[in-house]
Nanobody
Framework: QVQVVESGGGLVQPGGSLRLSCAASGGIFSRNHVGWYRQAPGKERELVARISSYGTVNYADSVKGRFTISRDNAKNTVYLQLNSLKPEDTAVYYC?????????WGQGTQVTVSS
């Protein structure tokens, strides 16, 4: 199974920025599509960004133009740059393969956007 560690979350004001990191064991992220998911209280876990093994990216409409996903295969790490943050971005953010694997969720990292 894949072991992942998400980091980089925190408390920021609206309009602020954060950079999230997802470090994975082995070379799985270099061989598979990888996504960032988020889950807010009372809501379903949703995919917000994905990146393929060859670098193509896709974003949910709610974050397009504000978030940027990237990957560093040498470090087996995937990043999510969050800019122009809004209160509705508040959630726990997770990384996983796309489609996700049940046994590959990490603990997630909390992003809170509040004034």
């Amino acid at each position: 199974q894949v072991q992942v560690v998400e980091s980089g979350g925190g408390l920021v004001q609206p309009g602020g920025s954060l950079r999230l990191s997802c470090a994975a064991s082995g070379g799985i992220f270099s061989r598979n599509h990888v996504g960032w998911y988020r889950q807010a209280p009372g809501k379903e876990r949703e995919l917000v960004a994905r990146i393929s093994s060859y670098g193509t990216v896709n974003y949910a409409d709610s974050v397009k133009g504000r978030f940027t996903i990237s990957r560093d295969n040498a470090k087996n790490t995937v990043y999510l740059q969050l800019n122009s943050l809004k209160p509705e971005d508040t959630a726990v953010y997770y990384c996983n393969q796309v489609p996700f694997r049940i046994d590959s969720w990490g603990q997630g990292t909390q992003v809170t956007v509040s004034s």
